[in-house]
C-alpha cells in the first residue's frame, strides 16, 4: 500500500512539473496528448510501485529451465573467467578523461544525475558498446559517479553514471539486486542465485524489446520525413515518446524502450541531446546534411573519383599554405583570396568535414567516419584520422583560419557567431529592447512578452545608502560591474560589522515574461571564451542607463543589498536582504588595491613571454577608503579562519589565464570560399596559484560574495521561500588522512591539490538543491544553505533567486513554484556540465596552441620554460588497453595544465607516488575538439 500511494504521489507531481514545463516552454498540449502523455506516465510509474515488472515487460520464468545456462556464465569463485571482449572494448575510454584542472575540483561531473537506485534497469553504451543491466549499487571512484551493475552477459560492469542512456526503476526489487553483491565474483550461492534471478529478467527484457523493435520496423513509418525541419539546412528536435506515438497512439514501456534503440541505431539522422538521459530528446539531422554524408559515403567505395581528384587539387594547396603559415608566422592576422579554385564536388567535401568536426559521445556509430578515412587517406595515406587531423586539414585547405576557436562553433551551445554589428539575430535583439525601453506599458496595466515594469516594484521599499562608499573592485578589463562590497561597524560592538553586498537589480526593471527573461532562461549563464563573450543579457540593455543593470556614478542604481552581521569570531550572526539605491560608487581595479593593501600585485609567471613591468608606483586613496578597505581584508581574514576551525581543506596549484587576445578584424572563417590566411593574433599566457588567486583584493571579493550568499540562503530560510542552492559533498577521506591532510593546511587553509588526490578517495562533489543542505568545501551546515544571488547579469538561476526574494519583499505569491524549481535544476545540472566543460576544453586548447607555437619557433629572448619541466604524479598508473602501455595522470606547474604522462614501465608501475615530481618532456600535442597532451619521462628518453 505505501509503495502504491508513492507512486500516485508521483503521478500527481508529475503532472504538476509537466504543467509547469509546459508553460515555461510556452506549449499548449491538447486533451489528447495530454491523455497519451498521463497514460505513459502511469505505465511507468506503476513499475516503480510493484515488486515485480508487470506482464508485458518482463516475467520470471521456472528458474530450472534455464538455472544451469545462467550459471555458467556468472563469474564465481569456482569459476573464474576473464572479462568479456564486450567489456574490455567498452572499457577503452573508461580513463581518457584528464584531471580537472586546478579550481574545478568542487564541480565534478558526479553530481550532474540523480542516483539510480537498486533494482533499476538500465541501458548503457560508449565506444559503440550497448549492454543492459540492472543497477546493483553506485561508487564513487577518483570523484566521478560510477554505477555498479550486473549486465546481461553476467559480468559486473562499473559504467560511468553519464554512459547511461536510459532507465527504468525497480525491474527487480531493491532486495534482490543488493542480494547480489557489488562484487566482480559471486562469492556464495547466495549471490549466485541472486544473480541468475536477475539475469532471468535482463534476458526476458531483450526478448520483449526485440520482439517490439520487429514489429516497429514492419510498420515501415518514415519517422525522419514525419519529424525533420522543414528547412533542409537547419536541425530539428524530437523526443522518444513523440515518436513512440507515431508507431502507437497508447506505446507500452517496451514500445518506448524499442523506440529508444531504433532512434540510436539510426545516428545518420538522429543523434542523442546532451541532456539525453534527462529530456529523451533527439537533434534531428538537416536533409542536406543526410545527402553530404551519402554522397561522401558513396565516394568512399570509387576507387578514382570525386575524393581522389579533390586530392590531387588539395595536396599542393596544403602545401603553400603551410609554407604560407611559416613564413607569416608573426604578422598581422588576414584573409585574402587564394589562387586555386574549388569544384562543386569539392566544397561538398570541405563543408562534410567542417559538419563533422563538432565534440561527439561514443555511443553510436559515426556517420561520418567512413568519409573521414577516405578523405584524410586521400591526401595522406599514412595518417591517422581523428578530430585534430581534421582539424588541421581545414586549416590547411584555407577554410578555418589558423586562429579559428573550435569551440564556439560547438553547435549545442547554439551560439550566434555573427559579428553583433552585423547579425541579423542580434540587430532583431538590440530592437526589441529599444522598443522595451522606449514603450513602457501604462501603470496596472497586464504586461506583454516586450513589456518592461512600468515603474520599479520595489521603489517604495529601497533604503538609500546614500553617500556610504560602495567599493566595485573588479579586473581593468571587466565589462560587467555589477556587485560592489561595503562596510559598517555596528554601534556598541567594536568588533562587529555589517558586510553590506549590492548587487545589480535586472529584476526591478525586466519582469519573468519578458522574453529576454525566457531567453536568459534557455542559455542559463554567459558564455566567457577567450575571444569573445556571449552575455545572458544583450549589451545594448545591460549599458542603456536603466537603473539595475550595473554599478556606477552616473545613475542611482537600483541594487538587491545582502547584509551579514560578522561578529570577532567570524561568525554569521544576522542576515538582512532588502532593495537598496546605492549612489557613492567607488570603481577599482584588484591590482590598484592590492598595490595599496599590500605593496604587491599578485605573483604571475610567462612561460611564453617577457613578464610585463612593473607598476613604477601606487595609486593614492582617500583615508576612509583605506580604512574600509583593510578593515574588509581583515573580515576576510576572519571569515576564512572560521571556516578552517570547521575542517575545510581548500586544494591549491597553478593555473592557465589566456588573455588580452587580439581578434582579427575583415576575417571571415570558417569559409568554402579559396581563401589563404597570414599571420596569428597575439595574446598573452601567464600562470599563478589558487593561493595567489584568493589572496589580497580577490580574496576579499571572493569571501564578501560567499557570506551574501550565505545570507540570500538563510533570508530564504526564515521567510519560507524556495530557492535554488548550491551544495557540496564532503572531502572523503579516512579520519587518518584527512588530520593529516588538516595538518598540511597552510594559514589559509590550502593544501597541494596533488596531496589531497593521494590521500582522499573522492574529492567533494557538487549539486544543487531547493532544500538549504550543506557545502563542506564552505563549511555550510544543514539548515543554512548556499543560495548563488551575486550575479544575476551572468546566472540566470541568480536571478531565479532575486525575483523569490522580490515577491517575499512584497508579501506576494512567489513566481516561481518548488515545483518548477526542482525541474530547472535538472536540466540546470546537465547545461553546467555542457558550459563548464566547453570553456575549460577552450581554455586548455589555446594553452596547447601556445605550447604548440612555441615547439615550432621558441624565442630566444627569454629561458625556455621547457628545459628543465616538472610534472607532479596525480594518477595511478592504467594499462591502455589500445597501445597495452601504461599511462598516469600528471600536473605540470610551470604551464598550469595537466598531462598524461606515457611510457610508464613495469618497475617503474611498482614504485609510484602520487604526488611526487618528476622531470619530463613534451612528446605530442593533439588539437581538434579533445586537445590532449602527453609527456614521457625524460631520463628515459634521454
Known amino acids: 500500500m505505501h509503495r502504491v500511494a508513492l507512486a500516485r504521489a508521483a503521478r500527481i507531481k508529475y503532472a504538476r512539473s509537466l504543467s509547469v514545463s509546459c508553460i515555461r516552454h510556452n506549449r499548449t ?99 559503440n558498446i550497448f549492454s543492459h543491466g540492472v543497477v546493483l549499487g553506485e561508487v564513487i571512484q577518483e570523484s566521478r559517479v560510477h554505477v555498479i551493475a550486473l549486465m546481461d552477459g553476467g559480468d559486473v560492469w562499473d559504467p560511468l553514471r553519464e554512459d547511461v542512456m536510459f532507465s527504468v526503476p525497480s525491474l527487480v526489487s531493491p532486495d534482490l539486486a543488493r542480494r547480489c553483491s557489488t562484487q566482480e565474483i559471486a562469492a556464495d550461492d547466495i549471490q549466485l542465485q541472486a544473480r541468475i534471478k536477475v539475469l532471468q529478467h535482463i534476458r526476458q527484457v531483450e526478448r520483449a524489446v526485440e520482439a517490439a523493435t520487429a ?87 570509387q576507387r578514382d573519383g570525386p575524393i581522389q581528384d579533390f586530392a590531387k587539387r588539395a595536396i599542393p ?51 561520418y567516419s567512413i568519409g573521414q578515412s577516405a578523405i584524410l587517406r586521400a591526401l595522406n595515406p599514412g595518417q591517422e584520422v581523428d578530430d585534430h587531423e581534421i582539424h588541421m586539414a581545414l586549416i590547411d585547405l584555407g577554410v578555418y583560419a589558423p586562429w579559428q576557436d573550435i569551440y564556439s562553433l560547438r553547435r549545442t551551445l547554439n551560439l550566434d557567431l555573427e559579428d553583433p554589428k552585423t547579425s541579423v539575430k542580434a540587430q532583431a535583439t538590440d530592437a526589441l529592447v529599444q522598443r522595451s525601453l522606449s514603450k513602457p506599458p501604462a501603470p496596472g496595466a497586464p504586461l506583454g512578452p516586450e513589456d518592461f515594469y512600468a515603474s520599479d516594484p520595489l521603489d517604495h521599499l529601497r533604503h538609500d545608502f546614500g553617500n556610504m562608499p560602495i567599493y566595485v573592485i573588479d579586473d581593468s578589463s571587466a565589462q560587467e560591474r555589477d556587485d560592489g562590497v561595503s562596510i559598517e561597524a555596528v554601534p556598541g560592538e567594536p568588533d562587529s560589522y555589517w558586510i553590506h553586498v549590492h548587487i545589480a537589480d535586472p529584476g526591478s526593471v525586466i519582469p519573468p515574461t519578458h522574453i529576454l527573461a525566457q531567453r536568459a532562461e534557455k542559455q542559463s549563464q554567459t ?3 577567450m575571444h569573445r563573450t556571449w552575455p545572458l543579457f544583450p549589451k545594448s540593455l545591460m549599458f542603456s542607463g536603466r537603473p539595475g543593470f550595473s554599478l556606477s556614478n552616473q545613475v542611482s542604481n537600483n541594487v538587491l543589498t545582502f547584509s551579514s552581521k560578522i561578529n570577532a569570531a567570524g561568525d554569521l550572526v544576522e542576515s538582512v536582504v532588502r532593495p537598496g539605491i546605492a549612489r557613492n560608487i567607488v570603481q577599482l581595479t584588484y591590482d590598484d588595491v592590492d598595490l595599496v ?8 609567471f610567462y ?76 595574446f598573452s599566457y601567464w600562470t599563478t596559484s589558487i593561493v595567489e ?35 557540496a559533498s564532503p572531502l572523503a577521506a579516512t579520519p587518518e588522512n584527512l588530520e593529516r591532510l588538516r595538518n598540511m593546511r597552510d594559514g589559509n587553509g590550502f593544501v597541494d591539490v596533488a596531496s589531497i588526490t593521494a590521500l582522499a578517495s573522492s574529492l567533494p562533489l557538487a549539486d544543487y538543491s531547493v532544500t538549504p543542505d550543506s557545502h563542506w568545501s564552505l563549511g555550510i551546515v544543514d539548515g543554512e544553505g548556499y543560495a548563488r544571488a551575486t550575479s544575476p547579469l551572468r546566472r540566470f538561476c541568480d536571478l531565479i533567486g ?70 607532479i604524479i596525480m594518477r595511478l598508473p592504467r594499462i591502455n588497453t589500445v597501445t597495452n602501455t601504461m599511462e598516469s595522470e600528471v600536473r605540470i606547474p610551470a604551464l598550469g595544465i595537466s598531462a598524461n604522462l606515457v611510457g610508464i614501465t613495469v618497475k617503474q608501475a611498482r614504485n609510484w607516488r602520487i604526488a611526487t615530481s618528476m622531470s619530463v618532456e613534451i612528446d605530442r600535442i593533439r588539437l581538434g575538439v579533445r586537445p590532449s597532451l602527453t609527456v614521457r619521462d625524460k631520463k628515459k628518453v634521454s
Open 29 to 127: 498540449i491538447s486533451p489528447a496528448e495530454y491523455g497519451t502523455i498521463t497514460q505513459l506516465t502511469e505505465k511507468i510509474v506503476d513499475i516503480a510501485a510493484n515488486q515485480e515488472p508487470p506482464e508485458g515487460w518482463a516475467h520470471t520464468p521456472h528458474l530450472m529451465a534455464t538455472e544451469k545456462r545462467l550459471r555458467n556464465v556468472i563469474p564465481t569463485v569456482d569459476s573464474f573467467r576473464l572479462p568479456t571482449m564486450e567489456k574490455r572494448n567498452f572499457d577503452l575510454a573508461a580513463n581518457t578523461a584528464s584531471v580537472p584542472e586546478v579550481g574545478n575540483w568542487t564541480e565534478e561531473e558526479g553530481a550532474s544525475e540523480a542516483s539510480f537506485e537498486p533494482g533499476t534497469f538500465i541501458e548503457i553504451r560508449r565506444n
Open 215 to 301: 514489429d516497429l520496423v514492419r510498420k515501415g513509418l518514415d519517422i525522419y520525413a514525419l519529424v525533420k525541419s522543414r528547412d533542409p539546412d537547419k536541425w530539428a528536435t524530437t523526443t522518444v515518446a513523440e515518436v513512440a506515438r507515431l508507431y502507437n497512439r497508447n506505446p507500452t514501456l517496451v514500445a518506448v524502450f524499442a523506440t529508444h534503440k531504433h532512434l540510436m541505431d539510426n545516428s545518420e539522422y538522429f543523434g542523442p541531446d546532451h541532456a539525453y538521459l534527462l529530456n529523451q530528446t533527439f537533434d534531428v539531422r538537416p536533409a542536406s546534411h543526410i545527402k553530404t554524408i551519402r554522397m561522401i559515403t558513396e565516394w568512399s567505395r
Open 317 to 367: 594547396v596544403i602545401s603553400a599554405q603551410r609554407k604560407l603559415n611559416l613564413e607569416t608566422r608573426a604578422d598581422i592576422p588576414s584573409q585574402r583570396p587564394a589562387p586555386h579554385t574549388w569544384t562543386p564536388e569539392d566544397v561538398t567535401i570541405l563543408e562534410f568535414l567542417h559538419q563533422s568536426l563538432q565534440p561527439k559521445r561514443t555511443v553510436q556509430v559515426d556517420p
Open 527 to 529: 558564455v566567457y571564451f
Open 597 to 604: 593593501l599590500t605593496g604587491k600585485t599578485i605573483t604571475r
Open 607 to 682: 612561460p611564453f613571454s617577457p613578464p610585463p613591468p612593473a607598476p613604477t608606483s601606487k595609486p593614492n586613496f582617500p583615508e576612509q577608503h583605506l580604512a574600509d578597505l583593510r578593515t574588509l581584508l581583515m573580515l576576510r581574514s576572519r571569515l576564512v579562519q572560521n571556516r578552517l576551525a570547521k575542517g575545510v581543506i581548500e586544494p591549491n596549484g597553478e593555473t592557465a589565464t589566456i588573455a588580452d587576445y587580439a581578434q582579427p578584424q575583415n576575417v571571415e572563417s570558417p569559409t568554402m570560399q579559396p581563401s589563404e590566411f597570414r599571420g596569428f593574433p597575439e
Open 693 to 727: 588567486i584568493t589572496s589580497g583584493s580577490r580574496g576579499l571579493v571572493a569571501e564578501a560574495m560567499k557570506i551574501a550568499c550565505r545570507t540570500a540562503s538563510l533570508w530564504c530560510v526564515r521567510h519560507d521561500v524556495d530557492i535554488i542552492r548550491r551544495t
Open 802 to 871: 532575486h525575483y523569490q526574494i522580490h515577491r517575499a519583499l512584497l508579501k506576494e505569491k512567489s513566481y516561481f513554484s518548488s515545483a518548477y524549481l526542482t525541474d530547472y535544476i535538472k536540466w540546470l545540472k546537465r547545461d553546467d556540465v555542457l558550459k563548464r566543460r566547453s570553456e575549460n576544453l577552450h581554455n586548455r586548447f589555446w594553452a596547447l596552441v601556445m605550447l604548440r607555437r612555441w615547439l615550432e619557433a621558441p624565442r630566444t629572448d627569454i629561458p625556455n620554460p621547457l628545459e628543465n619541466l616538472q610534472a
